[in-house]
């Protein structure tokens, strides 16, 4: 099982039509990742990080290349899938949070099973359970405004573990946090590493990156770098 | 889409008026206008409607009426004048003939009479000349008091029976019966009112008073006057052959070759349905021009908010869809609020036609007799039409905004600030 490859990428290129000029977001890159394992996706602004990020996430498809997701191919699905293997097998942890603001931690968290069509008393049961796993059991009634940075950011994580999803996908999840509140939320990824999920960090910090155990860089639309981080923080 | 995400965006959809209060009212306003101009046109044409009906009753729908003159008028009115009158003799022959109906009276009339009660004068009065078989139809019923019997109608008693609505004009307080009236000089006792009939355009019905037809003789002569026969069928089903029947007795009456045409018509109250469909067609036109402009001034406000709507909300939408909603949970979501806005601008315009309705109907007969027709209450009917209509509306105003946020690239959307 610890091999089980979950995203299997192969030659995925992304072009952007700018005008008269075609610009190479990724350029045929490639790339597996197992189930349970903890990857940082690391590189500058403009090197195709966020671009990755929206094709693993299924919200955007490759100009060019082969995308398999748990063995099936994604490159090749139309918008109506892409959403129910968003809304089945992904788990989206975003820097400025995005939570709904007119509607409750429970609400919130309950969201992506509202779309998956879950009765709403059982759903109501497994966005209590998982608020309660991510420590905010007593939050659960609060809108996001009512709640501090750190909090609103495990309500979101709570939303993306609802699903139990193949692979949470985090953008940047601490940038808009101070550092003490970071630490706490790397804590709980790790946690959710620790229990098995498998986690994709796109982040440009060093120090947060180095919560993962295996880091990728890209540089320019293409891998620059692809290693085992032996530095791993594993808060043991 | 399970049922318990519809349930989802009914809530969505009610949280989001909830928070746009003023919004919300203003865009359906334009809902509200046509939804009312359709109600309170429905309104009055189903009291139009019952009120006819009700008339129709009681003149009789299995009543023919065989006459010089046909009743619809128009382009006829010149050839039937230089038709000969139907003689006294005639329609005594017809009574004699006719087999099939269940009773037959003739009338005489005269149209613009004159009847003095002390020293007042009251105009414009229909005086007829009958027999006692009248008052065995609905259009003879009375009221008070009785009709005149066949003894006063073979010994040309000065007896009279009036209409109601001469009843309430000469004796407002109500103490007819029994008063002596003068018609061309003559005096005459009232034994009897005749139950009110008549509405709107056709209570003409009510101002008409009822002689023996020897008395009416006695007093305008015969000479000049064509003779009107009611013939009542005993079933609307006996129509056909009652029409049939006097159209061969009176044929033969009246001597006519077989190549012949009629010189008599025979009258239905169908003639007078005809009259007020056209007027129901009038009412319809105008209303439907108005409804039509409003509900195009109520769709394009709401497809307008609804636009504001999604643009704000485009954040949410990339979420939403981040998260796994799919193109048609989003279409949905905003079709659903373009229609409860209108679903509350429906409900406004119930509220407000009720309380229209309500209170005209109860206020405005006092001041004009002849708005009597209008009922206080909203027919059944419209509110269904009326909540369909809304319906209908909400989904087509929301329909562009809806198309525009299922489309939305959730990358592009989310990047949305």
């Given at each position: 099982m610890e091999n089980k490859i979950i995203i299997d990428i192969k030659n995925i290129s992304k072009i952007y039509q700018m005008g008269e000029e075609k610009v190479f977001a990724l350029r045929d890159v490639s790339l597996n990742i197992c189930k349970n394992e903890y990857v940082a996706i690391m590189g500058p602004s403009g090197s195709g990080k966020s671009t990755l990020m929206n094709i693993l996430g299924c919200l955007d498809t490759p100009t060019a290349g082969h995308y398999m997701f748990n063995e099936n191919d994604v490159s090749a699905m139309d918008d109506n899938d892409l959403a129910e293997i968003r809304n089945k097998e992904i788990g989206f942890v975003f820097q400025t949070f995005n939570l709904l603001p007119r509607a409750t931690a429970t609400?919130?968290?309950?969201?992506?099973?509202?779309?998956?069509?879950?009765?709403?008393?059982?759903?109501?049961?497994?966005?209590?359970?998982?608020?309660?796993?991510?420590?905010?059991?007593?939050?659960?009634?609060?809108?996001?405004?009512?709640?501090?940075?750190?909090?609103?950011?495990?309500?979101?994580?709570?939303?993306?573990?609802?699903?139990?999803?193949?692979?949470?996908?985090?953008?940047?999840?601490?940038?808009?946090?101070?550092?003490?509140?970071?630490?706490?939320?790397?804590?709980?990824?790790?946690?959710?590493?620790?229990?098995?999920?498998?986690?994709i960090l796109v982040t440009h910090e060093e120090d947060i990156a180095l919560h993962a155990g295996r880091i990728i860089r890209l540089r320019d639309g293409l891998i620059e770098s692809d290693y085992i981080n032996h530095k791993q923080v594993k808060y043991d | 889409m399970t049922f318990s995400e519809i349930i989802e965006n009914i809530k969505l959809a009610y949280d989001s008026m909830r928070s746009n209060k003023v919004r919300s009212f203003l865009a359906s306003l334009g809902v509200v206008i046509g939804i009312s101009t359709v109600i309170l046109m429905g309104w009055i044409l189903s009291g139009l409607q019952s009120a006819m009906d009700d008339?129709?009753?009681?003149?009789?729908?299995?009543?023919?009426?065989?006459?010089?003159?046909?009743?619809?008028?128009?382009?006829?009115?010149?050839?039937?004048?230089?038709?000969?009158?139907?003689?006294?003799?005639?329609?005594?022959?017809?009574?004699?003939?006719?087999?099939?109906?269940e009773t037959a009276f003739p009338t005489i009339r005269d149209w613009a009479g004159t009847i003095k009660y002390e020293n007042n004068n009251y105009k414009g009065i229909s005086i007829l000349g009958t027999t006692h078989h009248h008052g065995l139809t609905p259009a003879g019923e009375t009221s008070q008091?009785?009709?005149?019997?066949?003894?006063?109608?073979?010994?040309?008693?000065?007896?009279?029976?009036?209409?109601?609505?001469?009843?309430?004009?000469?004796?407002?307080?109500?103490?007819?019966?029994?008063?002596?009236?003068?018609?061309?000089?003559?005096?005459?006792?009232?034994?009897?009112?005749?139950?009110?009939?008549?509405?709107?355009m056709l209570d003409f019905i009510d101002n008409q008073v009822f002689l023996p037809l020897g008395s009416f003789i006695k007093v305008f002569g015969k000479n000049g006057r064509s003779v009107s026969i009611g013939v009542k069928a005993?079933?609307?089903?006996?129509?056909?052959?009652?029409?049939?029947?006097?159209?061969?007795?009176?044929?033969?009456?009246?001597?006519?070759?077989?190549?012949?045409?009629?010189d008599f018509s025979i009258n239905e109250t169908k003639a007078f349905e005809s009259q007020t469909a056209q007027i129901k067609l009038y009412v319809w036109g105008v209303g439907i021009g108005m409804t039509v402009l409003s509900f195009i001034v109520g769709i394009i406000g709401i497809m307008n908010i609804m636009f504001v709507s999604v643009t704000e909300r485009t954040k949410e939408i990339g979420i939403r869809k981040a998260i796994g909603a799919k193109s048609r949970s989003i279409l949905f979501q905003v079709i659903s609020e373009a229609t409860a806005l209108c679903i509350v601008g429906a409900l406004i315009s119930l509220f407000i036609c009720s309380a229209i309705a309500y209170s005209v109907?109860?206020?405005?007969?006092?001041?004009?007799?002849?708005?009597?027709?209008?009922?206080?209450?909203?027919?059944?009917?419209?509110?269904?039409?009326?909540?369909?209509?809304?319906?209908?509306?909400?989904?087509?105003?929301?329909?562009?905004?809806?198309?525009?946020?299922?489309?939305?690239?959730?990358?592009?959307?989310?990047?949305?600030?």
């Open positions: 609400k919130n968290v309950e969201l992506p099973l509202v779309y998956s069509g879950m009765p709403s008393a059982d759903r109501l049961e497994r966005a209590l359970k998982t608020l309660e796993n991510v420590g905010l059991a007593d939050r659960a009634e609060h809108k996001p405004n009512e709640l501090s940075g750190g909090q609103r950011q495990r309500v979101a994580i709570a939303r993306a573990l609802v699903t139990t999803p193949s692979i949470i996908l985090a953008d940047e999840p601490t940038g808009n946090l101070d550092s003490k509140t970071g630490e706490e939320i790397m804590k709980l990824f790790n946690d959710l590493w620790k229990k098995g999920n498998t986690i | 008339t129709f009753k009681i003149i009789g729908v299995d009543v023919i009426y065989i006459d010089k003159y046909d009743w619809a008028g128009g382009k006829k009115w010149k050839e039937t004048r230089n038709r000969k009158d139907i003689t006294l003799e005639q329609a005594d022959d017809f009574m004699s003939l006719i087999q099939t109906a008091g009785r009709y005149f019997t066949p003894f006063e109608e073979d010994s040309k008693a000065n007896v009279v029976v009036i209409g109601s609505k001469v009843a309430s004009s000469i004796f407002p307080n109500n103490d007819a019966l029994g008063k002596d009236i003068k018609i061309q000089g003559h005096k005459f006792m009232i034994v009897g009112v005749i139950k009110k009939q008549g509405t709107m005993g079933g609307e089903e006996k129509l056909d052959v009652i029409r049939e029947e006097s159209r061969g007795i009176m044929r033969t009456i009246r001597n006519l070759h077989p190549s012949e045409e009629d109907a109860t206020i405005l007969p006092k001041f004009v007799p002849q708005a009597e027709f209008l009922k206080p209450y909203l027919p059944m009917e419209l509110l269904i039409i009326a909540s369909l209509v809304s319906l209908f509306v909400g989904v087509l105003a929301g329909l562009l905004p809806a198309l525009r946020a299922a489309r939305l690239d959730p990358v592009e959307a989310l990047r949305f600030e």
